[in-house]
Each structure stands twice: as structure tokens, then as C-alpha cells.
């Protein structure tokens, strides 16, 4: 059996499991990494020999004004004593121009090495895992999550997720090859010195632990009000229409104003936090070199240690340290928001795809298009969403929508579908394609159980016109493509000409080739439902789904539409949600609707001849005075 029991969004992830996954996905990256962390050893080893020559120099020139005589270095330098001064520190000057310059260029390289890795590589990777996942999500997950928590896994936390690789993970390998390579370098110039000014570390790892537990809280509430004021954002421009006609421009403005500072509030708390981490951090780091010039300068005045080749490489060493020292700070600060994001994004790399084929799948490209309902009730079910209960937390326990429908359809058949609003005539219609599957009983097409049909057949195999529909900025053509992007453009046109829409597509400005603006925002909403039923069409479908198709338009575009209805519907079965009389007459049944239960089913004229919910729409609706009267004689017999 296919899954497609209600199941948790997914369980939240422990620091340590984030950290593993993060590590795996590292991994599939490791010839990148081991290649920039090369060019940092290089770059390390070329920055200490250059500080040994800047050494070797010093105690040179000490050498030659004051007699006082060259030591041995752990490098092993030493200027030949029968070469004249300028050679020497000519020599040394130069080489340590040279390596100067490589270090300039292997920094360039490093830089463009992590871009390429993270950017061009780990980024674009993980977006595109994203987003083949949230195509596969079923329906209940996006009715759990907010556009703008999407928006923001997508985008902002993919890159929390790039942060752990460069700036976390990279950034510690080389802080500790960096560390081991001062600390064995410093104690081999004075293993009693190093000791000395090493006291301060424990101290200050011990701090970055208990800050980095301290500051994690704060960046997980900061990626739920950022997720917020995106949702603001996209609510607002979504319904920019509704808020521009009600004159609500400036209480839409307070809204976004109030998320956007929420936003600056907390992000500024964290900021002060990390702004006094870090210098505090950089003030210990100092103490070390207090250290170095008390003890150091006394060795060196006691003739124990060289002064360039010992306690002038050791300053540069220690500045090295601490620079490294203080970049946990910054480690810390990324591992935070990182983790955080990486969260997030593993959220909905591991989100359930609830509806999905069963592993033996039954294929069948061309369906006839029987359909039978068999005892189905569904409830919502809603998941908690990632970030929270944002919807349906007040609801204690879900009702059902649709009780027990049991309905049979043969192929060809059209069936009409009244009801009051929310009687859930849409959700009878999204089981079909299994939007959404049914909490009890089944759906049968041709005799399949639809859980058990392949679902690129069961869908090619169902064309949907929804109430709005949603066209994509792109041509006419591909509009209508959408569904079968390989259709030639006389298979477009056909289709087109059963929409009625061939008409107003060839006096656009580049017919076919017209690129449409924003969700088809340069079209009337006659024209896009027209569109979208040529959509449907092209599919050539067994099935088509018609869910109410002229909700949103007047009634001269409505009998257009109508008109193309009708052929597309010929020889196809066909659910239409309808509520005009004209519509529902042609059916070859109806169903009434109420509280997600079939009230009433038969043709207009025995539904007619009954008392009940259908008659009484009908009446509203009737201005032929003859069927009136027929009406009025039956309602006395009754
Ligand atoms: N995503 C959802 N999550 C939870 N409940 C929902 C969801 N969508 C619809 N419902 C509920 O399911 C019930 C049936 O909704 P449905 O959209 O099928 O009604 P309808 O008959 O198509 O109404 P209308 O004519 O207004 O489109 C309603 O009570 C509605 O509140």
C-alpha cells in the first residue's frame, strides 16, 4: 500500500544529528575541501618561513653591530659568514618579497577555490534537492507551511548551510592545523614561554562553549521572525490588489513596519551580544602578549632566547594565535546560525512524500475515465508546520469534510456538483488526482484503486480547470504546454480553438510567443480560465476536473466559456462544480452537496420533480414562466 497515512511534518533534529548530516553533505564535497585546505597549509608554511627570515635577519644585523652570535632557529637559517652584509640581507629582503607575492596569489586562489565550492557547487546542489522536494510534497504540507517559511529555506537557509562548510567546518580545520603548527613551532623556540602565554586558551574555549549555547536561542527566534516578515511581504504583494481597493495601504504598511522591526530589535540584541563577545575575547588574547614581553624580554636579556630568531618569530606566532583564537568568535557565531538553517533545510529534505506511487504501481497511459467513490471520508489532518503551530492551532480536533460518499461514474459521463459553499465539493474533486488521499474508503478508476495507479498516468490522465487559475510568466504557448511541454504548435492551436481562446491569443501582440506578465497579470480572468482550459485539453484527458471555472468572472465571459466547455467536456467523463441552471441541465447527473455529504443525486428534471435543496436554487434561478408553472403544479401535488 501506498503511504498515505497522516504522519508528523518530521521529528525536530538534535544539534548532534545536524551536525552529522552536515558532515555527510560535507563530504560529498571533500575533493574541494581537501583542496582549499591544501592551499592553506601551503599559505601557513609560507607565512612562517617568512617570519623565520624576518627573525634570521634581526639577529643577524645584532650579529654584525654587536657581536652577539647567530643561534641556531628550528628552520635551520643561517647566512653564510663569508658573504658581505648588503648580499645577505639583500637576500633575505628579497625572498621575503617573494614570498610576500606568492601568498598573494595562492590567497586569490583560495578565495576563488571556496566560492567555486560553495557557491557554484554546494549551493546550487542543495537549492535544487529543495526544490525537486517541495515539488513532491503533498498538498497538506504547504497547507501547514507559510509561503514565506518556503521562501526562506530555500534562500536564506540553503545559505546558513554554505556558512557551515566555508565558515565553520573550513575555518576549523584550518584554525587547528594552524594552532598545532604555532604551538609545536613556539615550543620548539621555548617550551617554558609557550606554556606561559598558552595559560589564557582553556579560559577562553571554555567562554566560546558557554556563548555558543548561550547565543543559539536567539538565532532560532531571528530565522521565525525573518520567516515572518517574509510571509508579510508576499501576503502583501499577493493581495496588493485587496488592500489598494480597501484603502488599506497604510495599515499594510504598519504591519510590515511592525515585522521589520521586530526583526531589527532582535537582530540588534544579538548584535550587541556578539559585539562584546568578540573584543572581550580579543582582550584575553592580549594578556598573552603582556606575558610574552615580561618573560620573553627577560630570556632574551639572560641570553636564553634569540631575539629576532626567537622572540620576534614568537610575537608574530602568537599574533598568528590569537588571530586564530579570536576567529572562534566568528566560528562560533556561524556554527549557531548554521546549524539553525541547516535544520531548517534537512525540515524539508525530510519531510514526508506522503502521496507517492506504490512500489508496484499499475501503469496505464490511457485511462477510460470510470470513477467510483467508495464509502470515502476525509478529514484534514493538518501537520504541525516546521516553524510551528502557524496554522490550526486552535483547532483541537479536526472535523471531517466528506462522510461516507459513495458515487459512480461511468466513462463519458457528466456530472454536475451543487452545493453551498464549504459543502467540500473541492475536496471531493483533489481526491481524485490524490491531492490529498482519503482518510477511509476508496477511489476506483477503471477499477484501480488510484493509490495503486502510477501517478504520472493517474494525472496526465486528468485534466483541472481550478476557480483561478495560475499561469506561469512565461509564453502563451508553453502556458498551454504546461502539461506536455513536447506538443507541436498545431496541437496547441487545436486545443486552443476548443477553449475559445484562439481568438484573443492571435490579436495579442506576438499571439502565441506573447510572454505573459506575473501570473498572467496582462490577461482578463475570462481569457486566463480560457487559457487553462486549453491547458487541460491539450492533455487529451480522461478525466477533467471543472471546479467551479467561472467563480471569478461575469456572465457574457462565463457563457464563452460555456461554449468552450462543452466541447471540451465531449467524450470525456467530467465533474463540474456548477451553480447555474443551464450548466446543471446538461449534466447527466447531479449531486447535491451539504456538510460533505451527497444529499441528492439524479437528472435536472427528477430533481426537479422533488422537494429539496436542489429545486430550491433551481427557482432562484428560473425565468421560463412554463417550467415555473410545471414547477409551482408539482409543489401542490406535493
Ligand atoms: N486546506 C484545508 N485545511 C483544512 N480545512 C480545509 C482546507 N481546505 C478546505 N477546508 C475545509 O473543508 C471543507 C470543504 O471545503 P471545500 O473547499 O471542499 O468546499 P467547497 O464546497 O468547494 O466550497 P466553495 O464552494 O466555497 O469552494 C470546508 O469546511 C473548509 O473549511
Not at 37 to 65: A, C, E, N, P, W
Not at 304 to 309: D, I
Amino acid at each position: 500500500m501506498p503511504e498515505s497515512d497522516p504522519k508528523p511534518f518530521t521529528a525536530t533534529l538534535s544539534n548532534r544529528a545536524v551536525i552529522r548530516r552536515l558532515f555527510r553533505l560535507t563530504w560529498r564535497y571533500r575533493a574541494g575541501c581537501l583542496k582549499v585546505l591544501l592551499i592553506q597549509l601551503v599559505l601557513l608554511s609560507m607565512g612562517i618561513v617568512g617570519l623565520s627570515f624576518t627573525g634570521v635577519g634581526i639577529d643577524y644585523i645584532r650579529h654584525k653591530v654587536a657581536g652577539v652570535p647567530l643561534s641556531p632557529n628550528p628552520l635551520h637559517l643561517a647566512p653564510p659568514e663569508d658573504w658581505p652584509w648588503p648580499h645577505v640581507l639583500g637576500l633575505l629582503a628579497g625572498l621575503i618579497l617573494v614570498l610576500a607575492l606568492a601568498r598573494a596569489l595562492l590567497n586569490y586562489s583560495y578565495f576563488v577555490s571556496v566560492n567555486r565550492l560553495v557557491q557554484q557547487q554546494l549551493v546550487v546542489d542543495l537549492r535544487g534537492r529543495v526544490y525537486d522536494r517541495l515539488q513532491r510534497l503533498s498538498f497538506r504540507f504547504f497547507d501547514a507551511n507559510t509561503t514565506g517559511s518556503i521562501i526562506t529555506r530555500v534562500t536564506s537557509d540553503v545559505q546558513a548551510v554554505r556558512m557551515f562548510v566555508d565558515q565553520v567546518l573550513i575555518q576549523s580545520v584550518i584554525m587547528v592545523i594552524s594552532l598545532t603548527v604555532y604551538v609545536t613551532y613556539m615550543a620548539s623556540l621555548s617550551p617554558t614561554l609557550t606554556v606561559a602565554c598558552l595559560a589564557t586558551t582553556p579560559l577562553l574555549w571554555g567562554i566560546s562553549a558557554w556563548f555558543s549555547r548561550k547565543i543559539q536561542p536567539a538565532y532560532a527566534h531571528n530565522r521565525t521572525l525573518v520567516e515572518k516578515m517574509v510571509q508579510r511581504l508576499a501576503e502583501s504583494v499577493q493581495g496588493i490588489a485587496v488592500t489598494k481597493g480597501f484603502g488599506r495601504e497604510a495599515e499594510d504598511r504598519a504591519r510590515f513596519d511592525a515585522a521589520n522591526q521586530a526583526c531589527y530589535d532582535q537582530q540588534r540584541g544579538i548584535f550587541w551580544r556578539v559585539s562584546l563577545f568578540s573584543p572581550a575575547v580579543g582582550f584575553l588574547t592580549r594578556i598573552n602578549m603582556m606575558v610574552l614581553l615580561g618573560y620573553g624580554g627577560w630570556l632574551v636579556i639572560r641570553g636564553e632566547l634569540p631575539l629576532g630568531a626567537g622572540l620576534v618569530v614568537f610575537v608574530g606566532l602568537l599574533e598568528q594565535f590569537s588571530g586564530q583564537v579570536n576567529n572562534i568568535a566568528t566560528i562560533v557565531n556561524s556554527v549557531q546560525q548554521s546549524l539553525i538553517g541547516a535544520r531548517r533545510v534537512f525540515e524539508i529534505l525530510d519531510a514526508p512524500v506522503e502521496v507517492r506511487n506504490a512500489p508496484d504501481a499499475v501503469r496505464r497511459p490511457r485511462l477510460t475515465g470510470a470513477v467510483n467513490f467508495e464509502r470515502v471520508s476525509f478529514v484534514y489532518q493538518p501537520l504541525p508546520s516546521a516553524s510551528g503551530p502557524a496554522a490550526f492551532e486552535d483547532e483541537v480536533e479536526p472535523k471531517p469534510v466528506l462522510h461516507d460518499i459513495t458515487l459512480d461514474v461511468q466513462a463519458g459521463q457528466y456530472v454536475a456538483i451543487l452545493g453551498p459553499t464549504g459543502a467540500g465539493k473541492s475536496v471531493l474533486m483533489s481526491l481524485i488526482p490524490r491531492f490529498y488521499d482519503p482518510t477511509a474508503g476508496r477511489i476506483l478508476i477503471d477499477g484501480i484503486d488510484v493509490r495503486r495507479l502510477h501517478l504520472d498516468d493517474l494525472r496526465r490522465n486528468i485534466g483541472i480547470v481550478f476557480q483561478e487559475s495560475f499561469l506561469f510568466s512565461n509564453t502563451v504557448a508553453a502556458n498551454i504546454a504546461f502539461g506536455h511541454p513536447e506538443a507541436t504548435r498545431e496541437q496547441i492551436e487545436r486545443a486552443a480553438r476548443i477553449a475559445a481562446a484562439h481568438e484573443f491569443i492571435t490579436a495579442l501582440p506576438q499571439g502565441y510567443d506573447t510572454v505573459l506578465g506575473e501570473s498572467g497579470s496582462s490577461l482578463s480572468g475570462g481569457q486566463r480560465q480560457r487559457l487553462a482550459i486549453a491547458r487541460a485539453v491539450l492533455l487529451e484527458p480522461a478525466i477533467l476536473l471543472l471546479d467551479d471555472p467561472t467563480a471569478a468572472i461575469d456572465s457574457q465571459t462565463e457563457h464563452e466559456i460555456f461554449t468552450a466547455l462543452e466541447q471540451a467536456i465531449s467524450g470525456r467523463t467530467a465533474f463540474i462544480v456548477a451553480h447555474r441552471l443551464s450548466t446543471l441541465r446538461r449534466a447527466d447527473f447531479i449531486i447535491v452537496m451539504e456538510a460533505g455529504r451527497i444529499v441528492q443525486r439524479g437528472t435536472h428534471a427528477e430533481l426537479m420533480r422533488v422537494p429539496g435543496p436542489y429545486r430550491r436554487v433551481a427557482q432562484l434561478q428560473l425565468v421560463d414562466p412554463a417550467e415555473l408553472q410545471q414547477l409551482a403544479t408539482t409543489e401542490e401535488i406535493a
